[in-house]
T-cell receptor, first 112, second 110 residues
Framework: DTGVSQDPRHKITKRGQNVTFRCDPISEHNRLYWYRQTLGQGPEFLTYFQNEAQLEKSRLLSDRFSAERPKGSFSTLEIQRTEQGDSAMYLC??????????FGPGTRLTVL | RKEVEQDPGPFNVPEGATVAFNCTYSNSASQSFFWYRQDCRKEPKLLMSVYSSGNEDGRFTAQLNRASQYISLLIRDSKLSDSATYLCVVKPGNFNKFYFGSGTKLNVKP
C-alpha cells in the first residue's frame, strides 16, 4: 500500500501524559500537513511542512504541541501534558504541487 | 466568519435521485478547490478537483463561480454507496493550507 500511513491508529492516555504520533507520507510527496478533526466538524489545520521545513503553524497549536519532519520523510506530532480538550482525530496528509492532499487513516486520541 | 461554509444537511434522497450541494468561501484569493468525501469515522478522501470551467467525473459534476465565491457538487443517479459527508475545500494561493467546510451529510435511501 503506497498511501499515507499513521501510527498508532488509536491512543488512550491519561490527562497530563505525553503522546507522540507518526505519519509516513506518500514517498514522492514533499508537502505534509497535520490536521485535527472533532465530531461534526471539518478538519482544522495544525501545521505544514515542505520537505523538512515547518513553514506554517496554526494559532490553534499551543506550546504543548510540536511537530517535526526530519530529513523530509516521515513526521511526528507530539502533544505534551495532554488535556481532555485534545481528544480528537489527528489526521496527516501529503501532497505534491498544486493538487489535492491525500489523507492517512488518522490517529484517534482519547484523553481520560 | 468561517473560511468555508456548507449546509450541514442531512440531505435524505431516494436512490436514483439527483442531489446538489453548494458551499461558499470567503477568501477571494482562493485558487484551488476540491470536494472530498468522508465516511463515518474514516479519513477524508479526495473526490475531485474543481476547475473554473466546471468538470465532470462520471455521475459527479463540480462547478465554480468565482464572482459569487461558491462551489457546487451535483450527483446524478444517486447510489446507496454515495451516502457520506461531502467536504468542500479551498486553498488560497498565498497560503500553505487547505480550508475545510464542516461538511454536508448525504443519506441515500433505498
Amino acid at each position: 500500500d503506497t498511501g499515507v500511513s499513521q501510527d498508532p491508529r488509536h491512543k488512550i492516555t491519561k490527562r497530563g501524559q505525553n503522546v507522540t504520533f507518526r505519519c509516513d507520507p506518500i514517498s514522492e510527496h514533499n508537502r505534509l500537513y497535520w490536521y485535527r478533526q472533532t465530531l461534526g466538524q471539518g478538519p482544522e489545520f495544525l501545521t505544514y511542512f515542505q520537505n523538512e521545513a515547518q513553514l506554517e503553524k496554526s494559532r490553534l497549536l499551543s506550546d504543548r504541541f510540536s511537530a517535526e519532519r526530519p530529513k523530509g520523510s516521515f513526521s511526528t506530532l507530539e502533544i505534551q501534558r495532554t488535556e481532555q480538550g485534545d481528544s480528537a482525530m489527528y489526521l496527516c496528509a501529503s501532497s505534491l504541487g498544486a493538487g489535492g492532499a491525500f489523507f492517512g487513516p488518522g490517529t484517534r486520541l482519547t484523553v481520560l | 466568519r468561517k473560511e468555508v461554509e456548507q449546509d450541514p444537511g442531512p440531505f435524505n434522497v431516494p436512490e436514483g435521485a439527483t442531489v446538489a450541494f453548494n458551499c461558499t468561501y470567503s477568501n477571494s484569493a482562493s485558487q484551488s478547490f476540491f470536494w472530498y468525501r468522508q465516511d463515518c469515522r474514516k479519513e477524508p478522501k479526495l473526490l475531485m478537483s474543481v476547475y473554473s470551467s466546471g468538470n465532470e467525473d462520471g455521475r459527479f459534476t463540480a462547478q465554480l463561480n468565482r464572482a459569487s465565491q461558491y462551489i457546487s457538487l451535483l450527483i446524478r443517479d444517486s447510489k446507496l454507496s454515495d451516502s457520506a459527508t461531502y467536504l468542500c475545500v479551498v486553498k488560497p494561493g498565498n497560503f500553505n493550507k487547505f480550508y475545510f467546510g464542516s461538511g454536508t451529510k448525504l443519506n441515500v435511501k433505498p
